[in-house]
């Protein structure tokens, strides 16, 4: 069956997934914290809208900015087409973003202003854009102590660990290896089109 550990997160979800709040998933790499986030998706009131995975730590930080906030055309080399980022994309749904800490300051600031004031600007100007999402972080690295180091905001910590979510690593929970590779096999086939 099921290990206790992942017993007590599957309350812990299920408790969660209604609640309004921003949620910081902690865990090694590996541990499963994509799986918790789609698990805190599905089972919450925007569940219908969709769930949009940003890692932060493969997006370049110089397009980071127009990838989540979206651009206008022309506004930079490459800006063929009007972009709505995936702040927008997100419409009311969940933006999960993968390694939070990775983000710039510069980065980190703009999320702090989107998440305090629910409005975004694109890059190259024109209105702010209203926005209503939930936010649900992931981090590898301790963020309280990116904060001691200089490296991570404090108030955007804040805001963003309105919940701290602690996964155990499987080595811990040998019991939950089947259903995460469930969880994998059927998201890998289904973006190939294949069977599982």
């Known amino acids: 069956g099921m290990s206790r550990a992942l017993q007590n997160l599957r309350r812990q979800v299920l408790d969660l997934a209604a609640l309004p709040v921003n949620v910081l998933i902690r865990g090694e790499t590996g541990s499963g914290k994509e799986v918790v986030a789609h698990a805190l998706h599905e089972r919450s009131p925007r569940a219908k809208a969709p769930f949009i995975r940003v890692n932060c730590a493969a997006i370049p930080p110089a397009l980071m900015e127009s990838e989540l906030f979206g651009h206008k055309k022309g506004s930079f080399t490459g800006a063929n087409a009007d972009h709505p980022g995936l702040f927008v994309t997100a419409g009311q749904g969940t933006l999960f973003l993968d390694e939070v800490g990775d983000m710039s300051p510069r980065m980190q600031a703009k999320l702090l202003r989107a998440l305090q004031e629910r409005v975004i600007d694109r890059v190259g100007g024109g209105?702010?854009?209203?926005?209503?999402?939930?936010?649900?972080?992931?981090?590898?690295?301790n963020l309280a102590e990116e904060v001691r180091k200089g490296t991570f905001?404090?108030?955007?910590?804040?805001?963003?660990?309105?919940?701290?979510?602690?996964?155990?690593?499987?080595?811990?929970?040998?019991?939950?290896?089947?259903?995460?590779?469930?969880?994998?096999?059927?998201?890998?086939?289904?973006?190939?089109?294949v069977p599982m």
């Open 127 to 141: 209105a702010s854009v209203k926005v209503d999402i939930r936010v649900l972080a992931t981090s590898n690295r």
């Open 153 to 193: 905001r404090e108030d955007l910590l804040f805001r963003l660990n309105v919940v701290n979510l602690k996964i155990p690593p499987l080595r811990e929970r040998p019991a939950d290896i089947l259903e995460l590779a469930q969880h994998f096999v059927k998201k890998y086939a289904e973006a190939n089109g």
